[in-house]
Protein backbone atom coordinates (compact mmCIF):
# COMPACT_ATOMS: atom_id res chain seq x y z
CA UNK A 1 0.00 0.00 0.00
CA UNK A 2 1.61 3.45 -1.11
CA UNK A 3 1.84 5.88 1.68
CA UNK A 4 -0.80 8.14 -0.14
CA UNK A 5 -3.21 5.38 0.71
CA UNK A 6 -5.29 4.82 4.03
CA UNK A 7 -5.69 1.38 5.71
CA UNK A 8 -9.38 1.72 5.79
CA UNK A 9 -10.34 3.42 2.72
CA UNK A 10 -8.35 1.22 -0.02
CA UNK A 11 -7.66 2.82 -3.62
CA UNK A 12 -7.75 6.28 -1.36
CA UNK A 13 -5.38 8.61 -3.05
CA UNK A 14 -4.86 12.56 -1.05
CA UNK A 15 -4.22 13.39 -3.98
CA UNK A 16 -7.18 13.15 -5.76
CA UNK A 17 -9.37 15.06 -2.79
CA UNK A 18 -10.62 18.73 -3.04
CA UNK A 19 -9.45 18.96 -6.68
CA UNK A 20 -8.49 22.61 -7.76
CA UNK A 21 -11.53 22.95 -10.56
CA UNK A 22 -13.97 21.32 -7.70
CA UNK A 23 -12.99 24.26 -5.40
CA UNK A 24 -12.84 26.48 -8.19
CA UNK A 25 -16.45 25.80 -8.82
CA UNK A 26 -17.36 25.87 -5.44
CA UNK A 27 -15.55 29.49 -5.09
CA UNK A 28 -16.86 30.77 -8.39
CA UNK A 29 -20.58 29.59 -7.16
CA UNK A 30 -20.45 31.74 -4.15
CA UNK A 31 -22.02 35.16 -3.76
CA UNK A 32 -18.90 36.83 -2.60
CA UNK A 33 -16.88 36.02 -5.68
CA UNK A 34 -19.08 37.34 -8.35
CA UNK A 35 -19.92 40.68 -6.05
CA UNK A 36 -16.58 40.99 -5.52
CA UNK A 37 -15.02 40.13 -9.95
CA UNK A 38 -18.62 42.52 -10.23
CA UNK A 39 -17.89 45.38 -8.43
CA UNK A 40 -13.77 45.51 -9.81
CA UNK A 41 -15.31 45.18 -13.29
CA UNK A 42 -18.34 47.87 -12.23
CA UNK A 43 -15.92 50.39 -11.04
CA UNK A 44 -14.40 51.74 -14.03
CA UNK A 45 -17.78 52.18 -15.34
CA UNK A 46 -18.57 53.86 -12.41
CA UNK A 47 -15.39 56.26 -12.50
CA UNK A 48 -16.68 57.26 -16.32
CA UNK A 49 -19.85 57.84 -15.00
CA UNK A 50 -18.84 60.08 -12.54
CA UNK A 51 -16.64 62.49 -14.73
CA UNK A 52 -19.63 62.66 -16.88
CA UNK A 53 -21.62 64.38 -13.98
CA UNK A 54 -18.98 66.12 -12.35
CA UNK A 55 -19.29 69.57 -13.39
CA UNK A 56 -15.65 71.66 -15.08
CA UNK A 57 -13.18 73.12 -12.65
CA UNK A 58 -11.68 76.71 -13.17
CA UNK A 59 -9.08 76.86 -15.29
CA UNK A 60 -5.52 76.78 -13.75
CA UNK A 61 -3.05 75.85 -16.54
CA UNK A 62 -1.67 72.67 -15.42
CA UNK A 63 -3.55 69.17 -15.82
CA UNK A 64 -4.82 67.56 -12.67
CA UNK A 65 -4.97 63.64 -12.34
CA UNK A 66 -8.54 63.76 -13.38
CA UNK A 67 -8.16 65.52 -16.54
CA UNK A 68 -5.46 63.63 -17.43
CA UNK A 69 -7.62 60.59 -17.25
CA UNK A 70 -10.08 62.08 -19.58
CA UNK A 71 -7.47 62.54 -22.25
CA UNK A 72 -7.04 58.43 -23.28
CA UNK A 73 -7.76 55.03 -22.51
CA UNK A 74 -4.45 54.17 -20.80
CA UNK A 75 -4.36 57.32 -18.50
CA UNK A 76 -7.98 56.71 -17.40
CA UNK A 77 -7.25 52.76 -17.05
CA UNK A 78 -3.87 54.81 -14.55
CA UNK A 79 -6.13 56.93 -12.86
CA UNK A 80 -8.51 53.54 -12.17
CA UNK A 81 -5.69 51.37 -10.62
CA UNK A 82 -4.69 54.67 -8.40
CA UNK A 83 -7.82 54.78 -7.46
CA UNK A 84 -8.41 51.10 -6.42
CA UNK A 85 -4.73 50.13 -5.67
CA UNK A 86 -4.51 51.29 -2.15
CA UNK A 87 -8.23 50.09 -0.70
CA UNK A 88 -10.45 47.89 -2.64
CA UNK A 89 -7.67 45.66 -4.23
CA UNK A 90 -6.44 45.08 -0.47
CA UNK A 91 -10.18 44.22 0.10
CA UNK A 92 -10.12 42.12 -2.78
CA UNK A 93 -7.19 40.04 -2.02
CA UNK A 94 -7.75 39.58 1.51
CA UNK A 95 -11.57 38.73 1.21
CA UNK A 96 -10.76 35.90 -0.91
CA UNK A 97 -7.55 34.15 1.43
CA UNK A 98 -9.46 35.65 4.72
CA UNK A 99 -12.97 33.82 3.71
CA UNK A 100 -10.78 30.56 2.48
CA UNK A 101 -10.61 29.11 6.20
CA UNK A 102 -13.31 30.62 7.99
CA UNK A 103 -15.96 30.59 6.43
CA UNK A 104 -15.71 26.62 6.48
CA UNK A 105 -15.28 26.83 10.02
CA UNK A 106 -18.11 29.20 10.55
CA UNK A 107 -20.23 27.19 8.77
CA UNK A 108 -19.23 24.13 10.71
CA UNK A 109 -18.22 22.33 7.54
CA UNK A 110 -14.42 22.13 8.24
CA UNK A 111 -14.44 19.43 10.20
CA UNK A 112 -16.32 17.36 7.60
CA UNK A 113 -14.03 18.26 4.65
CA UNK A 114 -10.79 17.16 7.02
CA UNK A 115 -12.87 13.50 7.58
CA UNK A 116 -13.28 13.16 3.89
CA UNK A 117 -10.20 12.88 4.79
CA UNK A 118 -8.53 15.64 3.25
CA UNK A 119 -4.92 16.62 4.72
CA UNK A 120 -4.62 19.91 6.31
CA UNK A 121 -1.59 20.88 4.19
CA UNK A 122 -3.57 20.23 0.86
CA UNK A 123 -6.36 21.48 2.09
CA UNK A 124 -4.61 24.88 2.97
CA UNK A 125 -2.77 24.22 -0.28
CA UNK A 126 -6.18 24.00 -2.40
CA UNK A 127 -7.88 26.75 -0.93
CA UNK A 128 -4.96 29.07 -1.67
CA UNK A 129 -4.22 28.28 -5.37
CA UNK A 130 -7.80 28.92 -5.80
CA UNK A 131 -7.81 32.02 -3.95
CA UNK A 132 -4.50 33.24 -5.51
CA UNK A 133 -5.95 32.58 -8.88
CA UNK A 134 -9.23 34.73 -8.30
CA UNK A 135 -7.20 37.69 -6.63
CA UNK A 136 -4.91 37.65 -9.90
CA UNK A 137 -7.98 37.87 -12.45
CA UNK A 138 -9.81 40.36 -10.34
CA UNK A 139 -6.29 42.87 -10.40
CA UNK A 140 -5.81 41.70 -14.29
CA UNK A 141 -9.76 42.28 -14.95
CA UNK A 142 -9.51 45.89 -13.25
CA UNK A 143 -7.35 47.34 -16.01
CA UNK A 144 -8.33 45.29 -18.39
CA UNK A 145 -12.07 46.87 -18.15
CA UNK A 146 -10.56 50.49 -17.27
CA UNK A 147 -8.38 49.76 -20.58
CA UNK A 148 -11.54 48.91 -22.71
CA UNK A 149 -13.39 51.82 -21.38
CA UNK A 150 -10.88 54.77 -21.25
CA UNK A 151 -10.55 54.17 -24.98
CA UNK A 152 -14.15 53.98 -25.78
CA UNK A 153 -14.54 57.16 -23.95
CA UNK A 154 -11.27 58.68 -24.50
CA UNK A 155 -9.52 57.47 -27.37
CA UNK A 156 -6.76 55.36 -28.24
CA UNK A 157 -4.06 57.99 -27.37
CA UNK A 158 -0.99 58.03 -25.83
CA UNK A 159 -0.05 57.50 -22.15
CA UNK A 160 0.57 60.99 -21.22
CA UNK A 161 2.77 61.12 -17.41
CA UNK A 162 2.32 64.13 -15.28
CA UNK A 163 5.86 64.73 -16.12
CA UNK A 164 4.88 65.14 -19.71
CA UNK A 165 6.76 62.10 -21.09
CA UNK A 166 4.73 60.22 -23.43
CA UNK A 167 3.94 56.00 -24.17
CA UNK A 168 2.34 55.31 -27.19
CA UNK A 169 -1.06 52.75 -27.23
CA UNK A 170 0.24 49.55 -27.09
CA UNK A 171 3.43 50.25 -25.09
CA UNK A 172 1.31 51.88 -22.31
CA UNK A 173 -1.00 48.61 -22.57
CA UNK A 174 2.00 46.14 -22.47
CA UNK A 175 2.96 48.33 -19.10
CA UNK A 176 0.37 48.82 -17.82
CA UNK A 177 -0.64 45.03 -17.67
CA UNK A 178 2.98 44.82 -16.30
CA UNK A 179 1.91 46.97 -13.56
CA UNK A 180 -1.27 44.93 -12.30
CA UNK A 181 0.91 42.05 -12.27
CA UNK A 182 3.30 43.73 -10.06
CA UNK A 183 0.28 44.76 -7.48
CA UNK A 184 -0.89 41.19 -7.77
CA UNK A 185 2.89 40.20 -6.59
CA UNK A 186 2.88 43.22 -3.86
CA UNK A 187 -0.26 42.48 -2.40
CA UNK A 188 0.98 39.04 -1.17
CA UNK A 189 1.59 39.78 1.88
CA UNK A 190 -2.10 40.65 2.34
CA UNK A 191 -2.81 37.07 0.75
CA UNK A 192 -0.10 35.40 2.95
CA UNK A 193 -1.27 37.16 6.42
CA UNK A 194 -5.22 36.79 5.60
CA UNK A 195 -4.56 33.17 4.90
CA UNK A 196 -2.79 32.95 8.66
CA UNK A 197 -5.68 34.53 10.08
CA UNK A 198 -8.23 32.84 8.51
CA UNK A 199 -6.76 29.33 10.00
CA UNK A 200 -6.69 31.31 13.22
CA UNK A 201 -10.40 32.21 13.39
CA UNK A 202 -13.94 30.87 12.72
CA UNK A 203 -14.77 34.30 11.98
CA UNK A 204 -14.74 35.18 8.41
CA UNK A 205 -15.36 38.94 8.69
CA UNK A 206 -12.74 38.94 11.31
CA UNK A 207 -10.00 37.60 9.00
CA UNK A 208 -10.65 39.87 6.42
CA UNK A 209 -10.90 42.77 8.25
CA UNK A 210 -7.93 41.98 10.07
CA UNK A 211 -5.69 42.22 6.89
CA UNK A 212 -7.47 45.58 5.64
CA UNK A 213 -7.10 46.98 8.88
CA UNK A 214 -3.36 45.98 8.87
CA UNK A 215 -2.82 47.60 5.65
CA UNK A 216 -4.13 50.40 6.14
CA UNK A 217 -2.39 50.98 9.47
CA UNK A 218 0.84 50.46 7.33
CA UNK A 219 0.05 52.98 4.96
CA UNK A 220 -0.55 55.33 7.65
CA UNK A 221 2.83 54.60 9.11
CA UNK A 222 4.46 55.07 5.73
CA UNK A 223 3.22 58.87 5.57
CA UNK A 224 5.14 59.49 9.02
CA UNK A 225 8.41 61.10 7.48
CA UNK A 226 9.90 60.93 11.08
CA UNK A 227 10.02 56.75 10.94
CA UNK A 228 13.04 57.74 8.07
CA UNK A 229 14.67 54.87 6.85
CA UNK A 230 12.09 52.69 9.22
CA UNK A 231 9.53 52.64 6.64
CA UNK A 232 11.44 50.63 3.80
CA UNK A 233 10.08 47.56 5.68
CA UNK A 234 6.65 48.71 5.95
CA UNK A 235 4.74 45.94 3.92
CA UNK A 236 2.94 48.93 1.71
CA UNK A 237 5.60 51.10 1.33
CA UNK A 238 6.68 50.04 -2.30
CA UNK A 239 2.90 49.38 -3.28
CA UNK A 240 2.76 52.27 -5.73
CA UNK A 241 6.44 51.55 -7.37
CA UNK A 242 4.53 50.29 -10.68
CA UNK A 243 4.11 54.21 -11.50
CA UNK A 244 7.80 53.83 -12.74
CA UNK A 245 6.48 51.63 -15.06
CA UNK A 246 4.99 55.37 -16.94
CA UNK A 247 8.00 56.59 -17.42
CA UNK A 248 9.75 56.10 -21.19
CA UNK A 249 13.19 54.22 -18.85
CA UNK A 250 12.23 52.25 -16.69
CA UNK A 251 13.68 52.00 -12.90
CA UNK A 252 13.13 48.77 -11.64
CA UNK A 253 15.13 49.60 -8.24
CA UNK A 254 11.98 50.30 -6.47
CA UNK A 255 9.85 47.43 -7.67
CA UNK A 256 12.88 45.05 -7.36
CA UNK A 257 12.45 46.06 -3.88
CA UNK A 258 9.02 45.67 -3.18
CA UNK A 259 8.20 42.02 -5.10
CA UNK A 260 11.36 40.77 -2.55
CA UNK A 261 9.63 42.54 0.55
CA UNK A 262 6.02 41.29 -0.51
CA UNK A 263 6.82 37.98 -0.81
CA UNK A 264 9.41 37.57 2.15
CA UNK A 265 6.08 38.68 4.18
CA UNK A 266 4.26 36.44 2.20
CA UNK A 267 6.88 33.43 3.10
CA UNK A 268 6.32 33.90 6.66
CA UNK A 269 2.66 34.54 7.13
CA UNK A 270 2.38 31.26 4.82
CA UNK A 271 4.80 29.09 6.84
CA UNK A 272 3.28 30.15 10.36
CA UNK A 273 -0.22 29.20 8.49
CA UNK A 274 0.54 25.78 7.90
CA UNK A 275 2.48 25.63 11.08
CA UNK A 276 -1.11 26.68 12.89
CA UNK A 277 -3.38 25.29 10.80
CA UNK A 278 -1.72 21.73 11.22
CA UNK A 279 -1.63 22.22 15.19
CA UNK A 280 -5.05 23.71 15.35
CA UNK A 281 -8.19 21.38 17.08
CA UNK A 282 -10.47 21.75 14.57
CA UNK A 283 -14.18 21.84 16.57
CA UNK A 284 -16.43 23.07 13.79
Request: proline share 4%; with cysteine.
Amino acid sequence: MSSTETAGAPGYLAARTLRVRVELARQLARRRTQTALGLVALLPVLLWAAFQLSQPGPTTGSLSLVDLAKTSGPNFTVFALFAAASFLLVVVVALFFGDTVASEASWSSLRYLLAVPVPRARLLRQKAVVAAGLSVLALVLLPAVALLVGSLAYGAGDLVSPTGESLGYGLAATRLLLGALYVSVQLSWVAGLALLLSVSTDAPLGAVGGAVMLSILSQILDTITALQGLRNYLPTHYATAWSDLLSAQVDWGDMTRGVFSALAYCAVFAAVAVWRFGAKDITS
